[in-house]
């Protein structure tokens, strides 16, 4: 079992940086393929970054590649996403997602096996 907290969203300026946070607790962690997803409203939640285990490969999103990094720190059972340069249309809530295939870049949401509670980013112009 993995249980997963977001943390860091806001409201923030065009332009600004924010960075999420995803507290993980269980011993699954580790050996876990991490992900973010987003869902605006009234839309489908969508892809957006995946991390292996290792942290040695990640995978983006055109829309956000270049401005979004994904990162973990397994000794602190955390993952992150950086989002710098934010737009409008990342406005939205930003979830969590474990995987228990270590090498898989999940993209899907239903290769998730365990999701966060969301946290809510809201850009304005």
């Known amino acids: 079992q993995v249980q997963l907290v977001e943390s860091g969203g806001g409201l923030v300026q065009a332009g600004d940086s924010l960075r999420l946070s995803c507290a993980a607790s269980?011993?699954?962690?580790?050996?876990?393929?991490m992900g973010w997803f987003r869902q605006a409203p009234g839309k489908e939640r969508e892809f957006v970054a995946v991390i292996t285990w290792s942290g040695g490969s990640t995978y983006y999103a055109d829309s956000v590649k270049g401005r979004f990094t994904i990162s973990r720190d397994n000794a602190k059972n955390t993952v992150y996403l950086q989002m710098n340069s934010l737009k409008r249309e990342d406005t939205a809530v930003y979830y969590c997602g474990a995987d228990r295939t270590p090498y898989r870049l999940a993209v899907k949401e239903s290769e998730y096996d365990y999701w966060g509670q969301g946290t809510q980013v809201t850009v304005s112009s």
């Open positions: 269980g011993r699954s962690f580790s050996r876990s393929t």
